[in-house]
């Protein structure tokens, strides 16, 4: 959920990434913040572990203005909000939360499910409340693929729709899509349909195998550089960003790192073939310059607040760091251990340790974690072998002290 030119952020740095102009270490760019657990489709494979009702335990209105309190307090430039679920069309004060938050000077975007509740008033009513952005799903370019990997008849119908009315009536389009191996080869026509719907920005979000999610089958490092390299082919028709998948930097960096990727797979031929197949079809938005990825990441720009106040790195990091209804969420930020830990690029182990792309890469640490089980291991979903060996992990922080301060009751989030 990146504006493009923003205020928060610097362009053209040398390596190809774009940072931020604040110190990450004091405070969150990105706050995905879980309203409710609730949503009318309840997916096989949904991150938050969705049902039909609310939790009693979710958050109240004052708690979660308190938090949007808690942020605008921060000054500019203030964090990016992603009121999520769940489906937080199901909130009844959501309008009173989005608009409390802009009030406040934050930035608010909403992630609602692509349901019959998304109606253009819906989202004209999110707009006139101040909300900037909404962010919606499409895991296949045709209701046959998505409402398949959906499994709710009528999804892909559902999220077009709001898609163009969310366009119609001002918002900002954000698109997400999971890839896995159940999705990768609807990329091709997956970028024709989020140029014509004319999104802003094509979230492509590498799935992490926790909770849900381990119904699906995720890509192997391999089949991820394939998909990757596709993308950035792709990158200047289309604005896109990787989510958990922060290698997609190294693949587009100016001067890559001294190291060797692995080489092209079958899935790189499939890809292509599939994308010459729809050569009859034009790009709608002119060819533009390739946006730069921005250097954040789980802890490092981005935090996530449950639905019941747990923080954590991300929806796919299920270690929790604190909870609002303890603590502010700026100060559970900006001091809980795990969180400074993963700030450290010497804290990195193995491949990640050593890699001269580590400062602007690091892998992503929910991938390490749910394949790993350690927060700090190289990355499994990247399969670079760098060359020069930087230095390796740091001895000053025991791995003992990098456990939770309190378990989650959830296997897994998603955002
Ligand atoms: S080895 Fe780690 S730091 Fe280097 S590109 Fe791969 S994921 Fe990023």
Redesign the pocket.
Known sequence: MNPPNSSRTSAGAPDGVRRLRFDVAARPFLVLFELTRACDLACAHCRADAHAGADPGELSTGEVLGVLDDLASLGAPRPIVVLTGGDPLQREDLDQLVAHGARGGLTIAVSPAGTPRATAERLAGLRRAGASTVSLSLDGASAERHDAFRRVPGSFAWTVDACRAARAVGLRLQVNTTVSHETVLELPALSHLVDELGANLWSCFFLVPVGRGRALSPLSAGETEDALRFLASLARHVPLKTTEA??Y??LVAAEP?PGRGPAPGPLAGALEERFEALAARSWTAPRHARRPPLAVGDGQGVVFVSHRGDVSPSGFLPLVVGNVRQQPLTSIYATAPLLSALRDPTR?AG??GR?A??DT????RAQAFARTGDVLA??PS?G?E?AVATAGPSAAMPPATLQPVAPSGRAARER
């Open positions: 922060p290698h930097r190294r790192p990195l491949r990640c890699c792309q580590r890469c690091g892998g992503s190289e990355d990247c670079f760098p």
